[in-house]
């Protein structure tokens, strides 16, 4: 019993010190943006385009062009995540069809940002011929989101009890009208979830609107879908890579991040509100 004791605190207490080193970590990297970056932060940074070499003014447009992509793949890989989870949980049979539907949402969750810039870049932007624009950013980025959205769906969709589906065919509905009217209403909190951690993930990538989207400066704000856009990843690496006033520079990458980080760290929050709140409201 005492040997047993004994390890028992041993891992208590060696997970305890992990979760400490994780919440350590993630506040030793706030506290070092916010220490860079809170310096910078205005109402003028905000609100105003950047100006003299990107040494003075603010970073609207490039909050602008980050919003504007992040709701585009949104907008298109909400329907197709949607639809293919609903395929997955309420009408495919267990069987090697479903398995490699599977396999390919797990492949595509795990292929790195990059390659999705390099996809969009040669079909979007090259192929189709849409030029590095908005349109062409967020295609790219609603299909590096996709996964999390059919995985999210998903789960929502098994979390609700089979007696609903069970009831709703009793009465006479059909499969679809039961999918739509009694499931997708009961899991629409945890669906919206995985949408918000969808966002959250889009706002903050680099690798994919470099190469179909973000340009290093431009002074008009957008005006349709085959604009360009500043964004705010990427106004970070170029403003430490590609800058010729280093001092200045390095200073507004610094509340350029910050931003970035409060805005990622919100829609986080927003989805693990949802979350909690989903769990509260259900009463079976």
């Known amino acids: 019993m ?25 506040g030793l990297i706030i506290g070092f943006i916010i220490a860079k970056g809170a310096s910078v932060i205005s109402w003028e940074f905000l609100a105003d385009a950047p100006r003299n070499a990107m040494t003075e003014g603010g970073i609207w447009p490039a909050i602008l062009g980050t919003l504007l992509l992040s709701l585009g793949a949104i907008v298109f890989a909400l329907p197709l995540g949607l639809v293919a989870a609903i395929y997955l949980v309420e009408y495919s049979r267990d069987g090697k069809l479903r398995r490699w539907i599977r396999i390919g949402v797990n492949s595509l969750s795990g292929v790195p940002s990059v390659v999705f810039g390099l996809f969009g870049l040669a079909l979007f932007v090259n192929f189709l011929g849409f030029g590095a624009c908005i349109l062409a950013g967020s295609l790219t980025l609603g299909l590096m989101v996709l996964p999390t959205i059919i995985r999210a769906t998903e789960e929502a969709l098994k979390s609700i009890p089979m007696s609903f589906r069970e009831a709703s065919l009793a009465l006479g509905a059909t499969r679809w009208h039961t999918t739509v009217r009694v499931v997708l209403p009961a899991a629409i909190s945890q669906i919206l979830t995985g949408v918000i951690l969808a966002v959250g993930r889009a706002a903050g990538e680099t690798a994919p609107i470099m190469f179909t989207a973000a340009v ?65 409201g259900k009463k079976w």
């Open 2 to 26: 005492k040997a047993r004791r004994i390890r028992e605190i041993f891992w208590f207490s060696l997970s305890g010190l992990c979760v400490v080193i994780v919440v350590g970590m993630l």
């Open 216 to 280: 290093f400066f431009t002074k008009r704000l957008p005006t349709g879908l085959l604009s360009k856009v500043m964004a705010l990843p990427y106004h970070i690496y170029a403003l430490m890579t590609e800058g010729t006033h280093p001092v200045e520079q390095t200073a507004m990458a610094y509340g350029t991040a910050l931003v970035l980080l409060a805005l990622v760290l919100l829609v986080n929050g927003a989805a693990i509100f949802f979350r909690i709140r989903a769990r509260k």
